[in-house]
């Protein structure tokens, strides 16, 4: 069965460094998602990248956050200057179709910033 | 707005016994309606969903049902097992919208 990936696992930065998380999507999916959860708290949704723009994000998507779909299969998510409140598990999703349609998700990276 | 309002846990049950995670919903759309699972360690997995009033979701023995007149999609499960242990969320989408709404998530530990 078709899955969303997502690398790496588990990132571990310092305080103001950049990072890049990395997921392919289900390969004939077109929107892509991410989301966080903070530790102990709810999944929040971040930021939807569909035709290859954003096509809506959250309040928590400010100017140090960036998506990027590279190439035909991958889908980025940037944090420019990483802050400690950026510690969080971030998921990826991808749907067929917007709406109704079930998001699949993929198994997270845990970002930790000390 | 909308959002989805989940039973406070965490919930700890017996093997055998029956499990309600009570959810409710508020939407400004007509929303699709699912349930997520999330096992130690792992990530987000569908366990069933539900796109329109009456309909009934379910899969490995979970069931829920779309309650338009109550605004709730409860998730039971008449018999659970140790391996049911995990954090289930119950979420929305609305037509034409990107984001999924999640509620804050259910503990569930099944005991032996």
């Known amino acids: 069965e078709p899955e969303v990936t997502q690398t790496p696992s588990h990132q571990v930065t310092q305080m103001g460094q950049e990072v890049i998380l990395r997921c392919v999507p289900i390969?004939?999916?077109?929107?892509f998602y991410w989301y966080r959860q903070i530790l102990g708290q709810k999944v929040e949704f971040l930021v939807s990248?569909?035709?290859?723009?954003?096509?809506?994000k959250s309040e928590i998507f400010d100017d140090q956050f960036s998506v990027e779909r590279p190439d035909g299969s991958n889908f980025t998510l940037k944090i420019r200057s990483t802050k400690l409140e950026d510690s969080a598990m971030y998921f990826c999703?991808?749907?067929?179709?917007?709406?109704?349609?079930?998001?699949?998700f993929g198994p997270g990276t845990r970002l930790t910033v000390t | 707005g909308n959002s989805v309002t989940q039973m406070e846990g965490p919930v700890t049950l017996s093997e055998e016994a029956f499990l309600t995670i009570n959810c409710t919903y508020t939407?400004?759309?007509?929303?699709?309606l699912f349930w997520y699972v999330q096992y130690p360690g792992e990530g987000l997995q569908l366990l069933l969903k539900?796109?329109?009033?009456?309909d009934k979701g379910s899969n490995k023995g979970f069931e829920a049902t779309y309650r338009k007149e109550t605004t709730s999609f409860h998730l039971e499960k008449g018999s659970v097992q140790v391996s049911d242990s995990a954090v289930y969320f119950c979420?929305?989408?609305?037509?034409?919208?990107?984001?999924?709404?999640f509620g804050a998530g259910t503990r569930l530990t099944v005991k032996p």
């Open positions: 999703a991808s749907s067929y179709r917007q709406g109704e349609y079930e998001q699949y």
């Open positions: 390969s004939n999916h077109l929107y």
């Open positions: 990248f569909y035709n290859n723009e954003i096509s809506e």
């Open positions: 939407a400004t759309g007509y929303p699709s």
């Open positions: 539900a796109t329109k009033a009456d």
């Open positions: 979420a929305l989408t609305i037509l034409f919208n990107n984001d999924m709404r």
